[in-house]
């Protein structure tokens, strides 16, 4: 008789699922009789399924049982600080292509948003997507592809639609991944999937992540203004909605950024309060086109003014005022907490910024690992910190790779 399986197995199945075309917890749920909230417990280690509903998940997820009863987790390759290989070979067209018939567009749609809920909540988002992006890019290119030339129009703007979206995903990962190259080259996908499904509020996404990609560079901040400036004004055209405030306001933040990277504080906290905050109250808090946009975003972005204008006091007072735990996204929560540890920082209070560092290594020791602002402040850290936190310090160290 089979061992009952240890709760391990809920790590498996979530590996197994996001690898082999990245599904949603309700379709395999569904499909092997369960709940999707019951199926979520087992991943997350919380029940243990039945033997006879482990067959039914693996024979769903194209795996033998013996998969998901390892003791061990799921071998993965080391995390890689740079774009994976694999995912820079499909964009550039010399990965495997997708054989077969093309992904339609629901099935599409639903895996580009699971990708990219797997990218804004998960704490170990790079080595999860990274596992699905390679297939994921045949996919949509493929049915990109196929749909370009059919006779269904409806089919093959949906296509392109869930191409735009999927292409934005792209910008942030090739960006937190250190290729601008790569994020330049995805976000004018976007551009043009958008403009190819006649679509403005993506059109506008779409320069959102352009302005993004600019803001990245050296010099590149009133690119980055002029760009934001043309969507927003493209916008006026645009019927008014909940929608397009999100968007519109996104675009607003991405000229604050671009205002308080040239040094206008005042500039960038007049826009802010102006233009962006009325918008946050429009649109509420949203997550429309996966921008994160509102209330809660525009008291972020206040916060970072006054840190890069070296206010940190009254950065601090303004971050009182902000609940994360409102932000859908993993990251947005992330880059509050690290500019909360950078205006620590600049007051040389150091237990304050060890705090604030574990709490970003809780949030996501890989994303720690790859924001150079971060692993300074840890370098930094150890070298002047008093004994009482040196050693919590020198561990944090060697736990991202520094030491």
Known sequence: MAETPTLIVGARIRHYRRKHGNRSMAAVAGLCGVTERYFSMIENEKRTPSPGLLTRIAAELQVPVSALLSDESPTRATASLTTSPDVARALLGYGATSPGPAVGPAALRERVEEAWRTWQKSSERFTEIEEVLPVLIADVEHSVRAHRSASDASARRDVLRTAADFYGLMRSYCRRSGRLDLSLMVADRARRAAEDADDPIRIAAAHWNLGHCLLSQDGGAQEAHEVADIAIEQLRSVPESAEKAAVQGALELVCVVAEAQRKKWWDARRRLSKKAAPLGKKAGESNVMWTVFGPTNIGLHALSIEMLAGQ????????????????????????????????????????????????????????????????????????????????????????????
């Open 312 to 403: 940190c006091a009254e950065g601090l007072r303004l971050a009182d005022e902000v609940d994360i735990s409102q932000l859908p996204s993993r990251e947005r929560q992330f880059t509050f907490t690290l500019e909360l540890a950078r205006c620590y920082d600049q007051r040389r209070d150091d237990a304050a910024v060890l705090v604030h560092l574990l709490d970003l290594e809780k949030l996501s020791a890989e994303d720690m690992a790859r924001s150079a602002v971060a692993t300074s402040m840890v370098t930094g850290l150890v070298q002047r910190v008093r004994p009482t936190f040196r050693h919590q310090a020198s561990d944090l160290a060697e736990r991202l790779g520094i030491a």
